[in-house]
C-alpha cells in the first residue's frame, strides 16, 4: 500500500461580505443587520474622505446602530493607534475604514491591536490594500518593530470582514489613482510567472488555485480595456477594475501570502519607496508597479509588449520620464530590489548586472 501522506493543512479566511456596484453604500445597513453589528467605530482620512464618510456614508447607517467616528491624520504616531484601539470594546465594536491605502491600513493596525474586526469602504481603486490582510510595505517595517517592542505581539494580517465597493463613489476618484489601479493588476502576471519560476528552480510551493485567481484579475481588466478603450473610466471599468482588486486579496487569502500578488515588479517598486525620501519623488504604487511590471515580464522572456499596450490603452504613464523618476534612481531601485526580500525568490534574485538593467531599460523603452 502507498504510504499515506498528510499534506498540511490550508486554511483560507476570506471576507464574508462583499458588495460591489452602483450605490454599494446603500448595502451598508443590510450588511450590517445580517453580520449582528450593532456598534461602528468608523474611521476616514481628514480631507475628501472625511467628506465622503459625513456627506455619502454616514447618512447610510440606520436603524439601531450606535457609531463614533474619528478622522484621522495622514502622518500617525502608532502609539496614537495603540491608545484608540483601547478605546474600542473588542466584544462589540467593529471598525470601518473609509478611504485610500492610508486610512485602511491604519484600521487593520487598529483591528490587530485591539483584536476587532473591520470593514473596508475604499474610496478609490489605486491598488489591492482595500483587500489584502497585508499593510503597505514601508510602514509594515516600523510596525514590525512597535508591535514587537510595545506590543510583545507580532503584526497579524487580517483580511476585511466586509468590503463595500461603491463604483458611483469611485469613479468619481482623480483618473490617476484609477490608472494605478490597472498598474497594479497588471503586474500580477509579473508576480505569478516569478512564483513559477521559484517553483521551478527552488522548489517553493506553487498554489495553481491562488496563482489561476491572480492571472484572472488581470484577465477581467485586460479584458475591459479591450472593449472599452479611452472609456474603460466609467462605470463598467470601474467595476471590473474594483471587482480585480478585490479578488487580488482573495488570490492573497488563499496562499495565505502575498505571493500571487507581489513578485519582483513589487520589489522594484517598494525599493523606488525605500529611495522616495532621499530622491524627494513622490509616484502612486500601481504606476511603479505598472512600469516595473513592463521590464520584468521583458526579463522573464515573457510578453511585456501585451502589459505595455494596456497601460497604453488607458493613458497610463509608460516611461520613467511620465512618473518623473531618474534613470539612474530607477538603475539604483533595481540593485537593491534584489536584497528587499531575499526570501521571495523572483527574476531578480540571482543578481541584475547595470549592464542587463540598462539594456532592458532600453529594451522595453521605458525610459
Ligand atoms: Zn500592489
Not at 477581467?220 to 477594475?241: C, P, T, Y
Not at 533595481?334 to 532600453?362: C, D, F, M, W
Request: with cysteine.
Amino acid at each position: 500500500m502507498d504510504e499515506l501522506i498528510l499534506s498540511p493543512i490550508q486554511e483560507i479566511n476570506v471576507s464574508r461580505r462583499v458588495a460591489f456596484g452602483v450605490n454599494a453604500i446603500e448595502r451598508l445597513t443590510g450588511i450590517f443587520e445580517d453580520l449582528g453589528i450593532k456598534r461602528l467605530h468608523i474611521f476616514s482620512g481628514r480631507t475628501k474622505t472625511k467628506e465622503i464618510t459625513e456627506k455619502l456614508v454616514i447618512p447610510q447607517i440606520s436603524g439601531n446602530i450606535e457609531f463614533e467616528y474619528t478622522p484621522l491624520p495622514d502622518k500617525i504616531d502608532l502609539s496614537f493607534l495603540n491608545k484608540i484601539s483601547g478605546t474600542i470594546d473588542r466584544y462589540q465594536t467593529y471598525l470601518m475604514a473609509v478611504g485610500g491605502g492610508t486610512v485602511i491600513d491604519y484600521v487593520k493596525l487598529i483591528a490587530n491591536m485591539s483584536k476587532t474586526e473591520y470593514i473596508a469602504v475604499p474610496t478609490n481603486a489605486s491598488h489591492d490594500g482595500f483587500s489584502s490582510p497585508y499593510i503597505n510595505f514601508l510602514l509594515r517595517t516600523q510596525v514590525d518593530q512597535y508591535f514587537k517592542k510595545e506590543l510583545s505581539q507580532e503584526y497579524c494580517p487580517i483580511s476585511p470582514l466586509a468590503i463595500v465597493g461603491d463604483t458611483t463613489m469611485i469613479s468619481k476618484a482623480p483618473k490617476e489613482s484609477l490608472k494605478a489601479g490597472v498598474g497594479d493588476i497588471l503586474s500580477k502576471w509579473v508576480a505569478v510567472e516569478d512564483w513559477k519560476l521559484a517553483n521551478r528552480l527552488k522548489g517553493e510551493d506553487y498554489d495553481i488555485y491562488a496563482a489561476s485567481f491572480s492571472e484572472m484579475t488581470a484577465t477581467m481588466v485586460e479584458e475591459r480595456i479591450h472593449d472599452l478603450g479611452k472609456n474603460f473610466f466609467g462605470e463598467k471599468g470601474v467595476r471590473a477594475l474594483i471587482k480585480a482588486l478585490g479578488s487580488s486579496g482573495v488570490a492573497m487569502c488563499i496562499a495565505g501570502s502575498s505571493r500571487p500578488a507581489s513578485g519582483s515588479e513589487h520589489l522594484v517598486s517598494h525599493a523606488l519607496d525605500s529611495l522616495s525620501f532621499e530622491y524627494d519623488f513622490e509616484v502612486l504604487h500601481g504606476h511603479q508597479t505598472g512600469i516595473s511590471a513592463i521590464l520584468m515580464m521583458y526579463l522573464h522572456g515573457g510578453d511585456w509588449i501585451r502589459i505595455r499596450k494596456s497601460l497604453k490603452k488607458i493613458s497610463a504613464p509608460l516611461t520613467l520620464h511620465d512618473i518623473g523618476i531618474d534613470r539612474d534612481i530607477m538603475l539604483l531601485a533595481l540593485q537593491k530590489a534584489q536584497h528587499i526580500r531575499p526570501e521571495r525568490y523572483t527574476v531578480l534574485s540571482e543578481g541584475l548586472t547595470r549592464s542587463a538593467a540598462e539594456n532592458a531599460i532600453e529594451m522595453t523603452g521605458i525610459d
